[in-house]
C-alpha cells in the first residue's frame, strides 16, 4: 500500500507537474521583511550567505579565466549564457500536458532563437569575419555572397517558423500556442537583442564590457553585504529584502570601484584594443587619447597632509564614473522588474543553476540594462562619430567584390595623379 503524504493532492501526471513545480513558489514574506532587526542576528542566514559566496567565487574565477582567453571565448561565454536564459524562460510557462499533445513545439521556439541569433550575430561580426579570411579569395567570395544575401537568408528562416507554428495550430490549443508564440518573441526581444549589445561592446575593446560587468557584480555584492550588516529601512515592497542602506552603501562602493578600475584596466592593450577580426592572437595599438594619463599638479595644502604632489588621471575614468552612477542607480531597477516578474509567477528563482543565486536569468537582470547603456553611451559619447580611413576601409571590404575593390583602386590612382601631377 502506497503512503500519501499530500492528503487532497489530485493524483493524474498533470496535477503532480504542477504540485512539483509550486515548490518554488515565493512564500509572502512583506510583513516580517526587514523592519527593526538586522539580518546578521538571524543565524540561519549564514549558512545561505556562505553558500552564496562560494558559488561567486567560483563564478568570478571562470570569468578572469575566460576574460584571459580573450574575444572569441567572451563571445561565446555570452552566447551560452543567452541560450541558457531562454532555456529558463522558456521553461517558465511551459505546460507538460499540454507539450504532449503538441510533439515539436519546444523545437519551433528554438528554432525562432537561433534565426535571431544568426540575424543578430551575423549583422555584428560579418566585417570582422571578412577581415579574417582576406587572403583566401575562395572563402572571401563565400563569405561576400553569404553576408550579402544574409538578411533574405534569415526572414526565410522567420517565415518558415511563421508557417510551421500556423500549420501546427490544434483545436482547443489555440491560446496555449499564442501564448507561447509571444512568449518566445517576449524572450528575443527583452533577453536576447538586450544582452547581444554586449557582444558588440566585447570587439569595441574589452575593457567596454569587462568594466560594465564588473561594475554590476561589485554593485550586487556590496548591496549584499552593506544589507546584510546594516540594513533595516525598507527599499523597495517587490523586493522586500532590498534596503536602503544596501542601496545607498552599493552606491558609493560602485563609484569608487569605477574610478579606479578605469585606471587599472586602461593600463593594458589587451583590453582597450578594438578587434578588427575573428582571430585570437594578442592585441597591441594605439590606446587612443582615452586611455593616455594626464597630470594633474595637486594644491600645496594637499601635499602637506599626503605624500603625492601631482595625480594622473586618464579621461575615461570621467566616463567610467557615468558608468558607475548607472550602475548604481538604474541598473538595479533590472532586478527590481525580475522580482516583480518572479512574484508575478510565483517563483523564486528562474532556475537551480548556480547554487545560492538561483538560475542565469537571476544573475543576468541587471547585466543585460548595463549593456545597453553601456553600448549606448561608447557609441554616442567615446568612439568617434566622423568618417575615418578604418570605416571607410571596412564599408569598402564589406560591400564591394574583389573587382569593384580593384576598380577603385585604378579609379583613386588615377585622382590622386591628376591632383598632385595635373596629369589625366
Not at 135 to 147: E, G, P, V
Not at 155 to 184: D, N, R, V
Request: with cysteine.
Amino acid at each position: 500500500m502506497q503512503k500519501d503524504n499530500s492528503t487532497g493532492t489530485p493524483s493524474t501526471p498533470s496535477a503532480r507537474v504542477r504540485h512539483r513545480r509550486r515548490s518554488h513558489e515565493v512564500i509572502a514574506e512583506d510583513g516580517k521583511a526587514n523592519g527593526n532587526d538586522l539580518l546578521v542576528h538571524d543565524s540561519n542566514k549564514y549558512k545561505s550567505m556562505w553558500i552564496r559566496a562560494y558559488s561567486s567565487i567560483w563564478m568570478i574565477a571562470g570569468f578572469v579565466f575566460i576574460i584571459y582567453t580573450g574575444h572569441l571565448y567572451i563571445m561565446t561565454m555570452v552566447v551560452v549564457i543567452q541560450i541558457f536564459m531562454a532555456r529558463e524562460l522558456f521553461n517558465l510557462l511551459r505546460r507538460t500536458h499540454e507539450d504532449k499533445q503538441l510533439p515539436g513545439f519546444r523545437l519551433l521556439n528554438w528554432h525562432f532563437f537561433f534565426t535571431a541569433m544568426l540575424f543578430v550575430y551575423g549583422r555584428l561580426l560579418s566585417q570582422r569575419l571578412v577581415n579574417t579570411i582576406t587572403s583566401d579569395r575562395y572563402l572571401y567570395q563565400l563569405a561576400s555572397s553569404l553576408f550579402k544575401y544574409h538578411m533574405a537568408i534569415c526572414y526565410f528562416l522567420y517565415i518558415a517558423g511563421f508557417m510551421w507554428f500556423i500549420l501546427t495550430l490544434k483545436k482547443k490549443m489555440y491560446k496555449y500556442q499564442f501564448g507561447q508564440y509571444a512568449w518566445t518573441h517576449m524572450i528575443l526581444i527583452v533577453v536576447f537583442a538586450q544582452s547581444s549589445f554586449t557582444v558588440a561592446n566585447i570587439f569595441e575593446g574589452i575593457f567596454w564590457f569587462l568594466l560594465p560587468a564588473t561594475l554590476i557584480v561589485i554593485n550586487d555584492i556590496a548591496a549584499y553585504f552593506f544589507g546584510f550588516f546594516f540594513g533595516r529601512t525598507p527599499l523597495i515592497k517587490l523586493s522586500p529584502k532590498k534596503t536602503w542602506e544596501g542601496f545607498i552603501g552599493a552606491s558609493v562602493t560602485t563609484m569608487i570601484s569605477a574610478f579606479v578600475l578605469a585606471n587599472i584596466m586602461g593600463r593594458f592593450p589587451w583590453l582597450t584594443c578594438p578587434r578588427k577580426d575573428l582571430s585570437s592572437g594578442w592585441l597591441n595599438c594605439d590606446p587612443g587619447p582615452f586611455f593616455k594619463p594626464e597630470h594633474f599638479t595637486l594644491p600645496g595644502w594637499v601635499s602637506q597632509w599626503f605624500p603625492w604632489k601631482e595625480v594622473s588621471i586618464m579621461p575615461v575614468q570621467w566616463h567610467a564614473l557615468c558608468l558607475g552612477l548607472f550602475a548604481s542607480i538604474i541598473a538595479p531597477f533590472g532586478g527590481f522588474f525580475a522580482s516583480g516578474f518572479k512574484r508575478a509567477f510565483k517563483i523564486k528563482d528562474f532556475g537551480d543553476s548556480i547554487p545560492g543565486h538561483g538560475g542565469i536569468t537571476d544573475r543576468m537582470d541587471c547585466q543585460m540594462v548595463m549593456a545597453v547603456f553601456a553600448y549606448i553611451y561608447l557609441q554616442s559619447f567615446v568612439v568617434p562619430q566622423s568618417l575615418s580611413v578604418e570605416r571607410l576601409l571596412d564599408q569598402i571590404l564589406m560591400n564591394l567584390t574583389l573587382e569593384e575593390q580593384q576598380a577603385l583602386y585604378t579609379k583613386l590612382g588615377d585622382i590622386l595623379q591628376e591632383r598632385l601631377f595635373g596629369e589625366p
